[in-house]
């Protein structure tokens, strides 16, 4: 049952990699006029679902994507090396139990899209929402805050090469652990581009400029119109590196799920 559940995990991880890799391919395409779109998470989804066996597709994600919310969750309540007493234990469980439920809300919307064939509220409708409380423009700021803390964590994790310190080398040979490392540095960097810049749009929003949306799309507008698709294209390429990562990750990844 153990080799189930890491297996399962394993998927996650996999999963993972399937939608960074798409936001990426499908940004890039219309960053460098090869078609494409500027996308975000639900135009992963609805990429998916225009595809032969579509449906499939959507519920293999989910289940893949449920596998990323247990492996995530065990992290946060089941890992010895990182106890809740220590501040960085702390934040760092924190951290892991937010990405369980991100993805697990994503999980959620893939069926949606599976058994309903449409996806939930876009998060622009959520932020006007939100902005119509009294103390709404408080918690955006907070959130903004929340990723911008993302964004530095996820730089210091592309500098300090964090992310190679799970990954079984004794399987790898020297060419595969030099492009895992070098793959691993360039989704990291462009991940973290993505979260300064969402925190940037995030903080005007709640500064009264409404007009400004509320995803990975919007990120990719303005890269595009204040540096030009080039740049935007590279970290769409970025992306894409890190989903080929999370493939990499998913099969050497060392951990054992009891």
């Known amino acids: 049952m153990a080799k189930k559940r890491e297996n399962w995990a394993r998927f996650g991880m996999f999963a993972k990699g399937v939608v960074y890799f798409l936001i990426g391919a499908l940004t890039a395409l219309t960053a460098f006029n090869l078609g494409g779109e500027k996308a975000d998470k639900d135009s992963v989804l609805q990429f998916l679902a225009r595809q032969p066996f579509g449906k499939i597709l959507l519920v293999a994600l989910s289940i893949g994507l449920f596998g990323y919310v247990f492996f995530r969750l065990y992290q946060a309540f089941y890992e010895e090396n990182r106890g809740w007493t220590s501040l960085k234990g702390f934040f760092t469980r924190t951290a892991y139990i937010v990405s369980a439920l991100f ?24 932020l006007q929402s939100l902005l119509s409380k009294e103390y709404g423009m408080y918690i955006l700021i907070f959130i903004a805050l929340g990723v911008l803390v993302k964004g530095v964590v996820l730089f210091y994790q592309a500098f300090s090469k964090k992310y190679v310190e799970d990954i079984k080398k004794h399987e790898l040979g020297s060419g595969t652990q030099k492009l895992l490392v070098n793959v691993g540095f360039l989704g990291y960097v462009s991940r973290g581009i993505i979260s300064v810049v969402f925190c940037y749009l995030l903080l005007r929003t709640s500064f009264g400029d409404h007009d400004i949306a509320s995803d990975k799309t919007a990120v990719f507008e303005f890269l595009q119109n204040t540096f030009g698709g080039v740049l935007m294209g590279l970290v769409a390429l970025g992306l894409l590196v890190y989903g080929v990562f999370m493939f990499l990750q998913a099969k050497y990844t060392s951990f054992k799920v009891s």
């Open 103 to 126: 993805y697990g809300l994503l999980g959620v919307a893939s069926l949606r899209l599976f058994w309903k064939g449409y996806l939930g509220s876009k998060n622009e409708n959520i």
